[in-house]
């Protein structure tokens, strides 16, 4: 035959006379298989004189082979003995069916084989008259049934834990100790009922035998009063009495199922909540496991928050083998058990990346009970966090509309704790859904400002600060302005401030001016969103309103000016603007900035002394473009218009071009300047060598050019002293590190650079005053004196 299959063993015992032996086994069966059935399920005298003398025997034992066997008489011979076993080391063979249920299954031989070979048995074997549904409907038709099959279940469920005792049936009829057998075994797993060896019947008590001994009545000896062997488990069908078993948690909660539902479901849940416990390393099945089992197999509802507490226990911590399916059955079960906010927040974090749809369920379900607890006078706080989710447009709609219904009954005050839940959840309402209370929570807000509210943790906070806007501008407008005025300057600029737009509305004009006059970020955003505006050049008066709004309470810096200024078009700068920003620049030291903003304003400038500042810094800037240009500058007599504040002005931006120009023509250029620009120079060069934050080669470059301008010669002799103590400062500070790249940088220009330099360092180092003049300097410039 095909197919996995039972190895076949047939032995005949005929009597004392002859020990017998293995009349036929199947092909390939083993000897340790043989030994196994030698000496453990042989049908036994004491078994043939039962039941009138020809009753059958059904013994089951494992180490390390499953074996079951039948035995009987030998038809017309009442000393012959027949036994067949069938074996395995394969426990999926059985299939689903308990080794009891095999009681005069239709397959069983009871003639020995033709030859000395016989055929194995097939794998999932045909049960006896003892089915799942024949067991339980016999155990139902039973006195006390429930509470027999309940002891018997417990009794054989404890066989496999630590000093386990015995269980002993004394019965004269074994095909009812069978169908306990079964029955009590069909409710544990698979695997442990065939673990659970029995002999029907014993030649008597067997210490190193069977965990189940079926005893005939006249073999009962010490067994017939069931509790005086505190070593046994002693069940007397002939009386009914038992000893004294505490019922398993498994057994109370299997056995009422069993004789109540659909057995097979049952018996299939028994092995699922098994595999589940398998899977997670546990020995047995916890209450979890047995539940899930009857949700999965049975469709059992959960009645209680205990059970329901079970489950999601359980899905915390599903085992590997859970099906996709499997879990969402349980997370309904929960469900239907109407879990407390708790629960359901640990559902939710179980549930989260399952079905999107159940996700959702319980998602909102959750909602829903936070929401039920804030309005019995919770104070909105969730239980945790929620991994995130995102909602599908169905469900975001739904839970919205929920949030929105308990919005529009709620007092003002407790609006924010609703909307700070609803942002936990990820939910935004529509405050035009709950308009009445919007408008009652924008009006009470500005009248308490120093209530907390943060917009930042609702979900609809722009909306919410929009009807805050309303309710504030229509104040301003009315005989509460000034104390309104007062509350925004103080308080609500901060909320208001990323919303401002029109320099016109009083509202936006008063957030303005309190966000520029109280701080740093706040100011540049402030004065950001002006700009767009600004550049609004058919608005009458546009930058008026701008400058109005932003410098109210504060004067503006110069780069504001410049910034400002330099974007607007030309028909937004007023005369009245012009005026308001020439005040601004009264009193002020002259800077590059304050320049650039002059030269900005120019056209409405009326005061004398600003326009010569502008005259004398255009001049200075031509002199610098046509230096960027070609190296060649205008004539001297030029800068000699230029005043000395001009000059300092300017200075970083005239040393940058000399840095970034040809040094020859920087040199020269600085030369026919005059002291003017060469006192500026000295010091910026002195201020470029210094900065840590600019390069190396910049610093050692601002050297170089000083050097190469204090040796000039139509340097007068108070510029030459002037560059040399600076550049004796410089030393003083360095070292000869710092001298070699100086030097490196001179000699590429040539070697006679470099000498100078070194000889100037011989000098200083001797602290010897230095000549204004010498032949070195003259062959340094290539104007020799004796040439």
């Known amino acids: 035959m095909g197919g996995p299959a039972f190895e076949s063993l047939y032995y005949v015992d005929r009597g004392a006379a002859d020990e017998g032996g293995f009349q036929a086994v199947s092909a390939g069966t083993r000897e340790e298989t043989k030994a196994l059935v030698r000496r453990s399920v042989l049908h036994t005298a004491s078994a043939s004189e039962s039941s009138g003398g020809a009753g059958p025997s059904l013994s089951h034992v494992f180490d390390g082979v499953y074996v079951t066997a039948r035995g009987v008489r030998l038809a017309g011979d009442d000393k012959h003995r027949f036994t067949h076993a069938v074996a395995t080391a394969d426990s999926a063979l059985y299939g689903a069916v308990r080794p009891a249920q095999l009681w005069d299954a239709p397959w069983w031989s009871e003639q020995p084989a033709p030859s000395a070979e016989c055929a194995p048995v097939a794998a999932e074997p045909q049960p006896g008259p003892f089915g799942v549904e024949e067991v339980r409907d016999w155990v139902r038709g039973l006195p006390d049934g429930e509470a027999r099959l309940l002891a018997v279940h417990s009794a054989l469920d404890r066989l496999h834990g630590h000093g386990a005792a015995q269980v002993v049936f004394v019965g004269p009829d074994p095909a009812e100790i069978a169908r306990w057998i079964a029955a009590a075994t069909l409710l544990l797993p698979q695997e442990m009922a065939l673990r659970v060896g029995f002999r029907i019947y014993a030649t008597g008590p067997e210490p190193n035998g069977p965990e189940v001994l079926a005893l005939r009545p006249d073999q009962a000896g010490r067994f017939a009063e069931p509790g005086s062997d505190r070593n046994h488990v002693v069940f007397d069908l002939t009386t009914g009495r038992h000893s004294a078993v505490d019922p398993t948690e498994a057994g109370l909660h299997w056995v009422p199922r069993f004789l109540k539902s659909d057995p097979y479901d049952v018996v299939d849940a028994v092995e699922l909540a098994h595999l589940f416990a398998r899977d997670a390393n546990r020995r047995r099945a916890t209450l979890a496991d047995r539940l899930v089992g009857g949700v999965l197999m049975c469709g059992e509802s959960i009645d209680d928050r205990a059970h329901a507490l079970e489950l999601v226990n ?26 407390d906010r708790t629960l359901l927040r640990r559902l939710a974090i179980s549930v989260h990346s399952g079905s999107d749809a159940l996700a959702g369920q319980v998602r909102y379900a959750l909602l829903w009970a936070e929401i039920d607890e804030f309005a019995r006078g919770g104070d909105g706080t969730p239980l945790g966090t929620l991994p995130e989710r995102q909602w599908t447009p169905d469900e975001m709609e739904k839970a919205a509309s929920l949030v929105e219904a308990a919005a529009g009954g709620l007092d003002p005050q407790r609006l924010d704790p609703l909307l700070r839940l609803a942002a936990t ?11 009445d209370a919007a408008a009652r929570f924008a009006a009470w807000w500005a009248d308490n400002p120093g209530a907390g509210m943060d917009p930042d943790h609702w979900p609809c906070g722009d909306e919410l600060i929009a009807l805050l806007r309303e309710e504030l501008a229509s104040r301003l407008e009315g005989p509460d302005a ?3 005025a007062t509350a925004i300057r103080e308080h609500w600029w901060r909320v208001l401030a990323p919303a401002i737009s029109d320099p016109f509305a009083p509202l936006d004009a008063a957030v303005a001016a309190a966000a520029v006059e109280n701080g740093d970020r706040s100011r540049q955003d402030a004065i950001a969103a002006m700009l767009g505006p600004l550049r609004e050049a058919d608005r009458p008066g546009v930058g008026d309103a701008v400058w109005d709004a932003l410098f109210a309470h504060s004067s503006p810096t110069l780069p504001e000016m410049r910034r400002l200024f330099a974007g607007m078009p030309t028909a937004t700068l007023s005369e009245s603007l012009a ?3 020439l005040s601004a620049l009264a009193g002020r030291e002259v800077s590059a900035l304050y320049l650039d903003v002059l030269r900005l304003l120019v056209e409405h400038v009326r005061d004398e002394t600003l326009l010569a500042l502008w005259k004398e810094d255009g001049t200075l800037r031509r002199w610098l473009t046509a230096f960027r240009r070609s190296g060649a500058t205008p004539p001297p007599t030029e800068l000699s218009e230029v005043s000395k504040k001009v000059f300092a002005a300017r200075g970083p931006a005239v040393v940058d071009a000399l840095l970034e120009g040809e040094q020859a023509k920087a040199v020269d250029a600085v030369v026919r300047a005059g002291e003017r620009l060469q006192q500026v120079v000295v010091s910026e060069l002195a201020a470029a060598w210094d900065d840590e934050a600019t390069t190396t080669e910049r610093r050692d470059r601002a050297v170089v050019l000083a050097f190469l301008i204090g040796w000039a010669d139509d340097l007068t002799p108070t510029m030459r002293a002037e560059f040399d103590k600076a550049l004796e400062g410089w030393a003083g500070a360095h070292g000869q590190a710092d001298y070699r790249r100086v030097s490196r940088l001179l000699r590429a220009d040539g070697p006679e650079n470099a000498a100078v330099w070194h000889e100037w360092l011989r000098e200083l180092s001797k602290k010897t005053p230095r000549k204004p003049t010498s032949p070195v300097a003259d062959w340094l410039l290539g104007r020799r004196r004796d040439r």
Request: hydrophobic letters at 40%; aromatic letters at 6%.
């Open 482 to 484: 000034g104390p309104t």
């Open 579 to 581: 005026q308001k920003a």
């Open 425 to 435: 959840f990820g939910v935004k309402p529509r405050p035009e859904r709950f308009a």
């Open 314 to 339: 359980w899905l915390e911590h599903a085992p590997a083998s859970s099906t996709t399916d499997a879990l969402e059955r349980v997370t309904e079960a929960v469900m239907a058990a109407g879990p």
